[in-house]
């Protein structure tokens, strides 16, 4: 995103921050007073453009969908043939449902959908929504050999960084998985991976996203489907960071080697805070590698092993206390296994590592930028008049914006901040010009005001507050 | 229920079976053409009688409801306090939510509540949906240290032993919650317990429920709440076995023994068929064990382990391929532990056993009773003209009525039988007078005929078609 | 103890179990002196009598042996033809060795051989030496398809249960395995079940041993092996107490029921002490269940969880903090499974624990009397001379025995008592006549003094000390 | 080791390959005609030189010895003082003892000693033997609360890697207990890591071998162990593949991403052959992570975890089916956990990461070099005299020389190949000289004749065969 992209939507916001992206632009509600039930939905329906990423696999079928006003989202895998599924759960607050009717190793085909969302445990009313979908819709029935079976995880995507207490809900899920068709996936800030971040083990807190590869050798295809929301850093192949809002003094060309190399000094290390920083180190990356080789359920067990445990090159760290990370594999069984049929299964593990290794580097969306406020900037008595005031974000966040010599101050009125925003000290916001205000430091940040509201970081990642005061 | 009660009912019933338990008469409506959103809710709340059970413990609150029409419920078990928990998965087809998180073992209480339904694996929706009214009531939010966290399990009440598709969701579920009260528990046919079924590995298919009971040895407290829909047969603390539609030839008196030294023989071995006897094959039975005793991880997966162990006296087989057992054990932490202050684990588990023993044996309802066809009965031009005719039960059952030399006939229309009519083969309708046929068989069966509707087995597990064609 | 010292005891004994099994006598010595490489073997070949149990299987070799000074021993189930295998650990102090790669549910049949031993942890030797057997002989080798699989598990017979350190070992288990046999397992006090005891939670403390049994249906056949060695009491089908040494007061014919319904009054309540009672409860009952019905991962899976869980109607309470409890299920796959060929899973697992239960009964060998003092005995100045002295048993148990106004006394002089013979205070010994004495209490003591060594309970379970002083 | 230094060594070989490590130099012995307990024993006892790491932590005790000739080992580290521990098992064939139990989370330090070993699944008895040494030293006891427990896990180093059936045993663990000490670790060939190979998955078939690291932050001591018997290749920092005898073509600064990008050509393909190709491919990568801060089981898991994913850098790819791997995570417990005490786990499991990869990097002993055959060699009479008859290996491996036309020829009698000795076509084999012959290829080969053996490369890992005829 350019600048002059960047500065169009920033004008054009006028009380609400439009957000382009496929054909569906909405507006952010997030002032915690809409109930769920009259939250906008976003279904990436018709979807296209540079994040569109297409597969040729009829029997995997994608639906995404977001509440823009969190933002928070799901992304709904639906195999309608059923497969075959192994789990893998590996991090230190996984969310997951269903995983020990799974792990019994019945060889049928049982697996309906996976379902990946957001919004930490309440995310997981989008699983079960998507079974009962299915029995709502005559898909499946209470026969018990039609009964359908649905997993799902869910990635930690509240506290301190969104300012608002939606989920991804029962009716989001059941609108994207209607909605889903084969061979597209949306790569980057939609669906599960809306308000993903990556790197807060070092303090990065870059945006991330979802992300998706694909891969045929002869007949074998490897797909990968991944929600970067992770503790650790994403790492190109050529051992880069990809992506990291850098504390001064770091390497332009920024390695984990070098954050590895430095720890602990380099390692944020605020764990237990009440802040955004404890929050950031809240996640969970989560998963699903698809094969259409048969396996068996041993087989799918060391596949989900395998290409979890690969995955370690591409996030540094892995795996952590403060990721929940999962990871599925899933079998369509439209290849026979067996002797002289191909590559055994610790060949495809290894290719689908890779595959999986892309599909992560895809997930990366354009990051915000910083903006740079003016040289002595006049404000204007109708800039002041506008800004000043109180605003409410969701139900636990809420800012209180004065003027004092010319210039407008800005504090937290809870326990917490509010972004860059203090709650224990006035904190001077910075004029950008056209409305737009900023306060400098480690991440992007930006405010402007309108008579009804003030829009934090107008754009991708928008969080509204409503005025509730003059 | 004596006889006068049963025909009071039968006679009562116009178009309707009226359920009159607790205070709460509701009309049930199974016809398959009613969406969820539109069914009638029952909460159990205000609930009394010689089903309700009384216990003291503050720190637990239950909730129960149902949609009569399936009929099929939910049961809430509400920690307010949060509570430490262990699972214990042993059935074949267990359904479960957030068990890999718990798993874990981490020191601190995070339990906000468990769930049982009904529904099979739709039925989990009744455990996000609790979540989910948690941070919507604003009781529990999305910062990293106040996540709700509720897990939940669901029995196996579909297929050929009610004639629709209902299951308990989210709407219910959360009525439940929000009504749940300490102290109170509806034994018997209620909430998750409301179609349970037990001893199918015999086919003896009494009605079960959901059981409770409770213990105080000085200051330490033990609660067993458990929902009995179990394959093997209910057994009593004298070695009978409770409540069983016999086999011609069987002892009065029956025991397990009996029936399980004469297997195979005694098996009931259709478990491929697609009748109700297959279905009966699938059950679950789900618990949960409390105490008020501080104990750590590993001291509740002891507790769970041995209690779940100790079930197996009285459930007959108990934790087949063909159960979904769960128990949960849950600690509230009230008593400290530690040498010297009382019991150790292995003692606790050991009562704690015989108290859950209390509580499936108060799981068993009155059953249904076989109804006396009368002799050489002459049909009414009216009776004849009422019955004959198509309904239609749900989505998957639907039965053809008509008449033949002064006798009424019927059939089911699909490719499974409907009770105790069969799909490929008319089986004859005997009067029993007042509207009410029978079918006589192993199982008591009714069937009465309106205007609008059949009503199969009127009373407490009513299943009503809607008339499809003269 | 040479044949004549073992005639004379024999003899001797009025009221105390003779104890004759195989054509073996052998002489214990429990002195802690002797190495394990020079303790005397005795493998239970050419076995023979009440206690050998015969059944049809040439597919399962049997091998079983003890060190009668323990006296410990070990149980080798051979599979010649390598079988498929899965576990269930449910206990609080499993001992196992290579269940994580068998519980990765591979199709293959990969099990060599169980091994089941005394000695506590020390005691998986035997099962390691079982498998470097089997390439020392060159049945097994180091090709990666040809590697020889054995698991194991033990029991808790140590502590204050018997005096003295000597353990199951390599040698031993090598032997029993080159001495298996199909078709023959020696029931009761033999093996691994050598030094078995059950019922400690009520104190009962009964000698228990290892038991078998086995049931043909069609060609469906199951054998069922077990070392009881449980905290519970063993209860038979009409609901009875299998031995227990009795609390005054207690019913003649006890019943599980009077011991729970009295809980936790009836529990034995020294759980932490050093004396005897604390180290009773530390136990384990492991057990092996056996069809020749082919089974996948899944199946075998859920035949071990319903056959241990069964096992709760046995053994009462089980699988307790304090029990190890581990059951191993084994398909030999000699019969196809798959519909039409005969019972489902579920059935061949009730009936297996059927089986499992008759092999519990099996266990119990016949139990040490009481003995009756003589009314005002008159001890000879040759029976005090010979008794008076200091002897010492294994490691950590020695004892002091003097004179004084015609009686003698004895004292531990450890920290812990020596059965009957308490530490902190003089324990009076009353002569039964014959150099026999015996202290009154719950349990059978009985001690025999000559020139070199005192043994404690001469005949089946003796325990010898070595005279260390005048 | 220089080109003069094999020289030398290659000189100084008079029917015995002499092996200079430590102060210990042995005599190879693979004749498979030894039994183990003739075997001649090597404890890295006093050994000293630039393979020898020092690190400062008297609470880890290492003992390592060696079978020369297998050459296979043990490394036995023992906490005097016991530890805490947790296991993370991930690859597809792990060898474990005991892990149930350390599964159950009890709060307790109960450690006594981790064993890692070579031999497969033999090598167990490894593990078992240092528990009964610690009661045969009166170390442990059979008191319950005083009862030692080992863990242990194995590596594959068998099959056509070495050509005997020599496994570490009893006797070699109970020696390397006993001679264990603090603060010296030999890294490279040693112990359980004396066979150990890597790279398989890509034909490298590097030797690789045991390495250690350590650091310390503040108080917080890490210190990694491990055994890099791994399919994968090791990777250095920087990226490069860390040892591989290469195909032609390939890269001269090979990167895992030069073989991983060319997946599947350059994955080495024959897995279900007998011959070494498909023997190096089973394989495990065993570990060990110690640090002294207390954690609880719930940390202790987190912990091994996070370093076990970590290790897929270093090693690529990982954790596939046909590894074992198994970590263990210990704490040692001296330094107190909790708020305010510096780091949180997954800081500590970060760096240990790091400490883990190091580790792995320093297991990597000097690689066996290719031998240059002379041009036209002239055979003398002598030499061919020498080097004329058969020669067996162990058990399962023979070999035949004869000569045709001045030259000789060599093969594999016994239906797998002799290294590159095929066996069902003659191999010529080349004069180096002074006695020694090579065969080109992709692997180093040698082999030195003499009256009553054979050699293959003669050296660290030197393979003797026994002459059988003339």
Chains 1, 2, 3, 4 share one sequence.
């Not at 998706?212 to 050529?238: P, W, Y």
């Not at 903006?371 to 409410?392: F, H």
């Amino acid at each position: 995103m350019n600048k002059d992209i960047w500065r169009k939507i920033a004008t054009a916001i006028a009380g609400t921050a439009l957000i382009a992206f496929g054909h569906v632009p909405v507006a952010a509600q997030s002032d915690g007073a809409t109930p769920q039930s009259a939250l906008e939905l976003t279904i990436n329906d018709g979807f296209e453009g540079k994040d569109a990423f297409h597969f040729d696999w009829p029997e995997i079928r994608v639906g995404t969908g977001q509440y823009e006003a969190g933002p928070t989202g799901a992304t709904v895998i639906h195999f309608p043939k059923r497969a075959h599924v192994a789990m893998d759960a590996r991090g230190g607050g996984p969310g997951t449902i269903n995983s020990d009717y799974i792990a019994l190793g019945y060889p049928a085909a049982e697996l309906d959908a996976i379902v990946l969302a957001g919004g930490t445990f309440y995310g997981l009313e989008t699983a079960t929504a998507v079974n009962t979908a299915l029995i709502d819709d005559r898909k499946r029935s209470g026969r018990w050999d039609n009964i359908g079976v649905v997993m799902g995880s869910i990635i930690y995507d509240m506290g301190g960084r969104r300012l608002n207490e939606i989920y991804p809900d029962k009716r989001l899920a059941q609108a994207a998985l209607r909605a889903a068709k084969p061979g597209i996936f949306p790569r980057g800030a939609y669906g599960a991976g809306r308000s993903a971040i990556a790197g807060g083990m070092f303090g990065c807190n870059t945006n991330s996203g979802q992300g998706a590869a694909f891969r045929q050798i002869g007949d074998i295809k490897i797909a990968a489907f991944t929600v970067v929301n992770a503790l650790g850093v994403i790492t190109s192949r050529d051992g880069k960071v990809l992506g990291c809002y850098k504390n001064p003094g770091w390497p332009e060309e920024l390695t984990p080697q070098h954050l590895l190399g430095a720890s602990p000094a380099s390692m944020d290390g605020d764990w237990n805070g009440t802040d955004m920083a404890a929050a950031e180190k809240r996640n969970t990356t989560i998963s699903v590698i698809v094969t259409n080789r048969a396996m068996n359920p041993a087989e799918l067990k060391r596949l989900a092993v395998q290409v979890h445990t690969s995955m370690a090159r591409a996030i540094q760290p892995f795996a952590t206390e403060y990721d929940g990370d999962v990871l599925y594999a899933v079998s369509t069984g439209e290849i026979e296994s067996g002797p002289g049929t191909g590559l055994v299964t610790a060949e495809i593990g290894t290719i689908a590592g890779e595959v999986m290794w892309d599909a992560i580097l895809s997930a990366v969306p354009e990051q915000s930028r910083h903006l740079t406020p003016q040289n002595e900037p006049k404000l204007t008595n109708d800039e002041i008049r506008t800004a000043i005031g109180a605003y409410r974000f969701g139900t636990d966040h809420s800012l209180r914006v004065w003027h004092d010599g010319g210039q407008i101050y800005a504090q937290s009125r809870g326990p917490h901040p509010v972004f860059a925003i203090a709650a224990d000290t006035p904190t001077q916001l910075l004029s950008v010009g056209k409305g737009l205000f900023t306060v400098p430091g480690r991440y992007p940040f930006a405010i402007q005001f309108s008579k009804d509201q003030a829009v934090i970081n107008p754009g991708r990642w928008a969080q509204i507050g409503k005025r509730t005061g003059g």
